[in-house]
Antibody, heavy 115, light 107 residues
């Protein structure tokens, strides 16, 4: 059975940092395209970052230079290091696998940036 | 960036009726690299359609996708109670962007 489980969300002050984790079972993270997306409260979906199986990564302009995507092959886990957080980064963050479409998603982790 | 505009914003229909959601792109989506997702409250999105018209694994055949270039649509042939949700289109031809969503609600 495929499972993606995010953790690490919470309340953080503007300018602070947070690291999200996405523990995966049922397939190998390093062999797949893995992505982070987010959804602000009451809003639509926004792509954040993708990590390809060859190690190449890409970021949305809104997070470029502040967020870093990575993986730990030994733990089969995807990460999102979020630095210099802003109020507009407040959202539910999802990890998802990409094949031809985002076919498996985690349940989401809420990140709230507020003083 | 390819901007996707969905219409209508809200669709009010009864079970058994046909639903059609439109997704228009600001420029041509090459290779019909367009997907559709369904999202229910408090849940992660679910992939319905990829490549504009291919159903994802386990998706009922009442869901169908069509279109090419800049105009795409998702059709639900006969609404079931569990189909009332928000639907998003996504293009993956040039980076990834999503439409703003269409809510299909019970009339």
């Amino acid at each position: 059975e495929v499972r993606l489980v995010e953790s690490g969300g919470g309340l953080v002050q503007p300018g602070g940092s947070l690291r999200l984790s996405c523990a995966v079972s049922g397939f190998t993270v390093s062999s797949n395209y893995m992505s982070w997306l987010r959804q602000a409260p009451g809003r639509g979906l926004e792509w954040v970052s993708v990590l390809y199986s060859d190690g190449t990564m890409n970021y949305a302009d809104s997070v470029k230079g502040r967020f870093i995507i990575s993986r730990d092959n030994s733990k089969n886990t995807l990460y999102l290091q979020m630095n210099s957080l802003r109020a507009e980064d407040t959202a539910v963050y999802y990890c998802a696998r990409w094949t031809a479409g985002l076919d498996y998603w985690g349940q989401g982790a809420l990140v709230t940036v507020s003083s | 960036e390819i901007v996707l505009t969905q219409s209508p914003g809200t669709l009010s229909l009864s079970p058994g009726e046909r639903a059609t959601v439109s997704c228009r792109a600001s420029q041509s989506v090459s290779n019909s690299y367009l997907a559709w997702y369904q999202q229910k409250p408090g849940q992660a999105p679910r992939l319905l359609i990829y490549g504009a018209s291919s159903r994802a694994t386990g998706i009922p055949d009442r869901f169908s996708g069509s279109g090419s270039g800049t105009d795409f649509s998702l059709t639900i042939s006969s609404l079931e109670p569990e189909d009332f949700a928000v639907y998003y289109c996504q293009q993956y031809a040039n980076s990834w962007t999503f439409g703003q969503g269409t809510k299909v609600e019970i009339k």
